[in-house]
């Protein structure tokens, strides 16, 4: 078989004195995402779909949150480690689709520059990835602004 397919769904806890990263961008808000590495969501979900695709387990094998090595870490980085390993298997993401799940703040002006900074690290076209943005029209913990999910499903292509 010459494709395969994964998906990925990753949330965070909201919490004070903590950045917002989206698809390794930078967003001003007032809470962030809690987490042992910078807990950028998009940027998780999307390594999961990519190591599921190919059966491979999760970010979680890989990038262990009881490790100090990835305290604080740039997801981008550690999206660019799985892309390799992705590509020493002997295949590359033929598109990504996404979902990001927050009740604030708006996200549609960084769309944009997430898909262009994900695109960059894994040396895809911008065109290759999807990111939308949703609210959970105030229900339940996204709703109440509590965390903020994303989902992502990859496309994988045999080299
Ligand atoms: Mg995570």
Redesign the pocket.
Known sequence: MNIRIGNGY?I?RLGTERRLILGGVEIPHELGLM?HSD?D?LT?AIMDAMLGALSLGD?GHYFPPTDPQWAGADSLVLLSQVNQLVRSHGWQIGNIDSVIVAERPKLKPHIKTMCDRLSTTLELQPNQIGIKATTNEKLGPVGREEGIAAYAVVLLVRD
Request: charged share 15%; hydrophobic share 45%.
């Open positions: 990753d965070h987490g807990a969501v998780h970010i």
